[in-house]
């Protein structure tokens, strides 16, 4: 009897003692956890890739966005199972870390693909459009960054379906002229599309350019990106509505001011 007690008291000790060093593992754990995170994980660097519409710093912002995100394990595993909150005019946010260098943050940037903007007076916002026609974001934000597209006649938008014009030629010349524009890094504020005439305007800094119909815009197009070099400081209008392959005329208009008359 005097044995079995003897036995039962080492169990229990042997117990209460696996149960202290399992207590120990843990709180040695949890403080070698800390310490890596509070030493290594640390924020020293963020670097952001593929962002044009937003500056490094308003990315930077979004992604640090509260009180724990001096750690980069905590900024990336928040990013990964909850990603930030949706922005204008940005898709998707991809938040990486490397085990090789733990302070660092990778922030790799998908902006929507944006040609131009619409104004809609009913819900008082612009509708930007992609290269193929569809509404990628409403916002009362102007971005100066795309030409502001009027002269159409556009009631209301959905967004992620194709702007509603009913003529169908008006839209496709104008996506037309948005793409050669961006292909040859030619910066307009405002194109104007003229539904009587069929025509287009561009404008670009001071000058007019009276692009015309969609006919020969390609060589219009890739003319313009050497003659308005030619025209920077000046003020007036660009003809090139009746540039032809046999008529290859391109008659500039100075305007001049009044203090010159």
């Given at each position: 009897?005097?044995?079995?007690?003897?036995?039962?008291?080492?169990?229990?000790?042997?117990?209460?003692?696996?149960?202290?060093?399992?207590?120990?593992?843990?709180?040695?754990?949890?403080?070698?956890?800390?310490?890596?995170?509070?030493?290594?994980?640390?924020?020293?660097?963020?670097?952001?890739?593929?962002?044009?519409?937003?500056?490094?710093?308003?990315?930077?912002?979004?992604?640090?966005?509260?009180?724990?995100?001096?750690?980069?394990?905590?900024?990336?595993?928040?990013?990964?199972?909850f990603p930030a909150e949706k922005q204008p005019f940005i898709d998707t946010m991809n938040v990486t870390m490397s085990l090789m260098a733990p302070h660092e943050l990778r922030v790799e940037v998908y902006e929507k693909g944006m040609l131009g903007y619409l104004y809609i007076p009913s819900i008082d916002q612009n509708a930007y459009f992609d290269k193929d026609g569809f509404v990628v974001?409403?916002?009362?934000?102007?971005?100066?960054?795309?030409?502001?597209?009027?002269?159409?006649?556009?009631?209301?938008?959905?967004?992620?379906?194709?702007?509603?014009?009913?003529?169908?030629?008006?839209?496709?010349?104008?996506?037309?002229?948005?793409?050669?524009?961006?292909?040859?890094?030619?910066?307009?504020?405002?194109?104007?599309?003229?539904?009587?005439?069929?025509?287009?305007?561009?404008?670009?800094?001071?000058?007019?350019?009276?692009?015309?119909?969609?006919?020969?815009?390609?060589?219009?197009?890739?003319?313009?990106?050497?003659?308005?070099?030619?025209?920077?400081?000046?003020?007036?209008?660009?003809?090139?509505?009746?540039?032809?392959?046999?008529?290859?005329?391109?008659?500039?208009?100075?305007?001049?001011?009044?203090?010159?008359?």
């Amino acid at each position: 009897m005097i044995k079995q007690q003897r036995r039962e008291e080492q169990r229990k000790k042997r117990k209460r003692k696996r149960r202290l060093i399992g207590f120990l593992l843990v709180l040695l754990l949890i403080g070698t956890g800390f310490l890596l995170v509070t030493r290594v994980y640390t924020v020293t660097r963020v670097t952001v890739v593929g962002n044009e519409l937003y500056t490094d710093e308003q990315i930077e912002a979004l992604v640090l966005e509260d009180d724990y995100s001096w750690s980069t394990l905590y900024v990336y595993l928040k990013n990964r199972f909850f990603p930030a909150e949706k922005q204008p005019f940005i898709d998707t946010m991809n938040v990486t870390m490397s085990l090789m260098a733990p302070h660092e943050l990778r922030v790799e940037v998908y902006e929507k693909g944006m040609l131009g903007y619409l104004y809609i007076p009913s819900i008082d916002q612009n509708a930007y459009f992609d290269k193929d026609g569809f509404v990628v974001e409403t916002s009362q934000e102007v971005r100066g960054e795309f030409p502001e597209i009027i002269g159409l006649t556009c009631d209301s938008v959905v967004l992620y379906e194709k702007l509603p014009i009913e003529d169908a030629s008006a839209l496709q010349n104008l996506l037309a002229l948005t793409q050669l524009l961006q292909k040859y890094d030619i910066s307009t504020r405002k194109i104007k599309y003229d539904e009587v005439t069929k025509s287009m305007t561009a404008y670009c800094d001071k000058i007019e350019i009276r692009v015309g119909n969609a006919d020969n815009l390609t060589q219009k197009i890739m003319r313009l990106q050497f003659i308005l070099p030619q025209l920077e400081g000046k003020k007036g209008v660009l003809h090139l509505e009746n540039w032809t392959s046999e008529t290859t005329d391109i008659v500039f208009d100075p305007k001049k001011s009044k203090k010159s008359k």
